[in-house]
């Protein structure tokens, strides 16, 4: 759901999003995008993105949790924006919430410099 959210959000900013279909299994063979060193890059530019987005989603306990997004230039491997948000409550209005803020007041804003 949250996927859906963020890349609803970057569309209607003017980001264009790419289909990860032709690395999709590549991407499926890494037990962690965040922990492959670097790898995002690789599979971005396969699909000939400039820019690639990552995220995570840490579980602190049943009702604290901490959404995560990186963006990458992928040409330079430079981090263009990055950020964090910590939600309460494990509900879909939570995470829905805590995304859109999180590219409001983190993501869009270090994208637009």
């Known amino acids: 759901m949250l996927d859906g959210v963020v890349a609803a959000r970057l569309g209607e900013a003017g980001?264009?999003?790419?289909?990860?279909?032709?690395?999709a299994a590549d991407v499926a063979a890494q037990s962690s995008i965040r922990g492959c060193?670097?790898?995002e890059l690789g599979f971005a530019k396969k699909l000939g993105a400039s820019l690639v987005a990552f995220g995570?989603?840490?579980k602190v306990s049943n009702l604290i949790l901490n959404i995560n997004l990186m963006v990458r230039d992928v040409a330079t491997?430079?981090?263009r924006a990055g950020g964090s948000v910590d939600i309460r409550g494990n509900t879909d209005?939570?995470?829905?919430?805590g995304g859109l803020y999180l590219l409001k007041y983190r993501i869009l804003p270090a994208l637009a410099r």
């Open 37 to 39: 060193n670097g790898c």
């Open 56 to 58: 995570w989603v840490q």
């Open 93 to 97: 209005e939570s995470w829905r919430r």
């Open 77 to 79: 491997g430079r981090l």
């Open 15 to 23: 980001y264009e999003l790419v289909d990860l279909t032709p690395v």
